[in-house]
């Protein structure tokens, strides 16, 4: 078998400063540690055939079987569900990394990638919907549907910036044409900013989130802070896709 390549040198290729810098290439958690775990992860991949696409799968399969993991009653499912988004986001390091040293890039890849992130996020807000519903009402089916279209709209209205771009012939937006221009509407995104609460829009961090309610539901014998946790993430999600929405149409990025 070929021999690992050093850290160092698999560092250098695979994790590019700019993109581990960037704030919106970035999730927070891989600054933090997964990189650091990844790294380790892909120095013994690279030395087999797998290829990134086939990892990119095996993150999309992580990602909804978070979700349907939420099925399963009790503290289990929702444990199941946290590790799952983790290996998730484990997964979404490692395919990029590994077709970074292999060379191995294709448009299939970027797509299910983003197919990936779509289906995860969507199908946690499903299951915990489903979850919520045992037992009580079915409306809260309905409100882990409404969740799961919010955090779409929220993930569609960024990706639709590059399509409307690449369709008038512009290149991608950078960072700096984020910022809004409207004073009120860059107040109101510093204080989400300030205070994170759009990140339970995000699959990741909504499975923690909700593994705490499942702790607390383990306490008090019912699911009722998974249902006020659900009722939570989906007011929010469609905050943020209203101030998403606004705050894209008030910047750069369509000028």
């Known amino acids: 078998m070929v021999a690992a390549p050093a850290l160092a040198e698999l560092r250098e290729v695979c994790q590019p400063q700019a993109k581990l810098q960037s704030r919106n290439g970035e999730h927070w958690a891989g ?3 997964m990189r650091a775990i990844s790294l380790r992860t892909t120095r013994q991949l690279v030395r087999t055939r797998v290829s990134p696409n086939t990892l990119t799968w095996v993150m999309v399969v992580c990602g909804v079987g978070g ?11 929702a444990v199941l569900a946290a590790v ?3 290996l998730f986001l484990l997964f979404d390091c490692v395919d990029g990394e590994v077709a970074r040293w292999k060379r191995q890039f294709s ?5 299910v990638d983003r197919l990936g992130a779509y289906l995860a996020d969507a199908a946690l807000m499903i299951g915990a919907g489903v979850r919520a519903a045992r037992g009580g009402s079915e409306l809260w089916v309905s409100a882990g549907l409404a969740a799961a279209l919010g955090v779409v709209l929220l993930k569609a209205s960024t990706d639709l910036v590059d399509v409307a771009r690449a369709r008038s012939g512009q290149p991608p937006a950078n960072e700096e044409s984020t910022q809004p221009r409207s004073q009120g509407i860059a107040t109101a995104r510093r204080f989400a900013s300030i205070f994170k609460i759009h990140r339970v829009t995000n699959g990741i961090e909504a499975s923690l989130v909700l593994l705490a309610a499942a702790a607390v539901d383990a306490g008090l014998h019912n699911l009722d802070a998974t249902r006020w946790t659900l009722a939570g993430i989906t007011v929010i999600t469609w905050g943020m896709v209203v101030a998403h929405l606004a705050s894209i149409l008030s910047s750069s990025r369509l000028r």
């Not at 448009?107 to 797509?111: H, R």
């Open 67 to 77: 979700g349907a993991a939420l099925l399963i009653p009790g503290p289990t499912g």
């Open 31 to 33: 600054r933090m540690y």
């Open 107 to 111: 448009m299939a890849g970027v797509y």
């Open 84 to 86: 799952l988004f983790q």
